[in-house]
């Protein structure tokens, strides 16, 4: 696991609170109703209509087998599974996943022979994981999404990695040998350097490019999220498409990528953070300015000041890096974050990484240090060449609608020398931006991937998807 020097873990804390609970509730929501398989294949077949499900709960039938999911027999063989030639026409790649034959190194668990399935020891002692729940998995594929804490998948040929967030990589380490990990490049780089995963099972993919795995034309798309987040497009033979969000922050920009140009989606997994139409907080745009302008004022007023910015261990670089720019001042990170940073290989941001803190006065620490009690100590650890400290907490969970798009309303919390503005900066999509985003793509089908674990959210949300897609 990723760990500060501060002793902090390094990883965007709040989105795993988000993700874990939302996850086990729709998962303990699901066993009551009647076999997965059921519910899944009612589910995929319910367009945003889903009240036809609140009839089937029964208490016999378990989502055992990943086909009988997908609705497809088991040992269903794939006429292309084994290396189709690329279509050089559209820029095709073909990423067989006869992967054995690249590995020639015995450092990490064998794949064809893995130390352990379905999560278990070798003693076999360890209780099996639980089973992964069907919004993961790719409808008409053989393909998951952000799957890994559920060890081995019966019938999973390929694992997607959306982004490098733990709530989604949870379950992925070094000893992974459940198949090939598909993920943009700077999340592959991610994913070795700081879980050690074996390179060889790791299948880096360009951004907007085409590959052909497995018969399924597989393209990422950037997700506004994360670096290296994406949105993972499938074109199934058959013409049906799928698209996964991830995670991701919908863009005007998006509503212009060729790939969700030209195709229809038929199911949309979809990132439903903010779901719900209190959250319409303002654009990215606005809330940088905003902080700078806060910077610049206090800066004014204290000249001893020390610029704090929360940040995940992956994520809200654009904050800081707005102050940096702004205000002409390099970034002190620790050396674990500077190496993340680094690994991006982007120059606006390693040209302006210092290593010492005191050559600067704009520092990231991890967004859950940013408590009175921790800034104090972090800044008499300073000595005195600072006097007080303005920090700033950039996630959408601070915002507030009383205060609305107004950000000039934001009241900071203050103690002693220490300022902390909590600011609505986040990397996932407003409740406008996704009812924009929704009515841009028109899905067939809208499989919601976060908040689902009440009925009374799930069936909040199906109403807004009638509603937005109401001709
Ligand atoms: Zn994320």
């Not at 989502?63 to 006429?79: A, D, I, K, S, V």
């Not at 019938?155 to 459940?178: E, R």
């Not at 707005?322 to 970034?331: E, P, V």
Request: aromatic residues 10%; charged residues 20%.
């Amino acid at each position: 696991m990723v760990t500060t020097a501060d002793g902090a873990r390094m990883e965007d804390e709040e989105e795993l609170l988000r993700l874990t609970s939302a996850d086990k509730e729709w998962e303990n929501d699901e066993e009551l109703l009647i076999g997965l398989e059921s519910f899944a294949s009612d589910f995929y077949r319910s367009g945003t209509d889903w009240s036809c499900l609140n009839t089937k709960r029964q208490r016999t039938l378990r989502q055992t087998n990943l086909f009988q999911c997908w609705g497809q027999g088991r040992g269903l063989n794939h006429p292309q599974s084994t290396g189709t030639a690329p279509n050089t026409a559209t820029r095709n790649k073909s990423l067989n996943t006869d992967f054995a034959a690249e590995k020639t190194k015995r450092h990490y668990p064998s794949i064809e022979n893995p130390t352990h399935r379905g999560g278990g020891s070798l003693s076999g002692q360890q209780p099996h994981p639980r089973a992964c729940p069907f919004y993961k998995k790719i409808h008409g594929t053989t393909f998951t999404v952000d799957a890994f804490r559920y060890g081995q998948i019966n019938g999973c040929s390929a694992y997607f990695l959306s982004h490098f967030h733990a709530d989604h990589y949870g379950g992925l380490n070094k000893a992974w040998s459940h198949g090939p990990i598909y993920c943009t490049a700077l999340t592959a780089r991610l994913v070795m350097m700081c879980l050690y995963v074996n390179p060889l099972i790791v299948r880096p993919l360009e951004i907007e490019t085409e590959y052909l795995i497995e018969g399924i034309k597989v393209t990422m798309l950037e997700a506004n999220h994360c670096p290296g987040a994406a949105l993972i497009h499938f074109r199934l033979p058959d013409g049906q498409c799928h698209l996964h969000t991830g995670d991701f922050r919908a863009s005007k920009q998006m509503q212009t990528y060729p790939t969700l140009v030209n195709s229809k989606v038929n199911m949309l997994y979809l990132d439903t953070t903010y779901c719900d139409q209190k959250y319409r907080f303002p654009p990215k745009e606005d809330v940088l300015n905003f902080v700078v302008r806060i910077a610049n004022n206090h800066l004014e007023r204290h000249l001893k000041t020390l610029i704090i910015v929360g940040a995940y261990s992956i994520g809200k670089e654009c904050v800081y890096l707005a102050i940096s720019k702004a205000l002409g001042m390099k970034i002190y990170a620790n050396s674990l974050r500077r190496r993340i940073l680094l690994s991006f290989g982007w120059p606006e941001i390693s040209d302006n990484l210092c290593m010492d803190g005191k050559e600067t006065p704009l520092h990231v620490l991890p967004i859950s240090s940013l408590k009175f009690e921790v800034l104090e100590r972090y800044l008499k650890s300073c000595g005195s060449k600072y006097s007080n400290v303005l920090a700033f907490r950039p996630t959408g969970w601070t915002y507030s609608e009383t205060i609305g798009n107004q950000l000039d309303l934001t009241r900071p919390r203050s103690k002693g020398n220490i300022t902390i503005y909590g600011v609505p900066y986040s990397e996932h999509s407003s409740f406008t931006e996704l009812q924009e985003f929704i009515q841009f793509l028109r899905p067939t089908k809208i499989i919601p991937t976060v908040n689902v674990g009440t009925a009374i959210n799930r069936d909040k949300m199906q109403s807004y998807f009638q509603k937005w897609l109401k001709r």
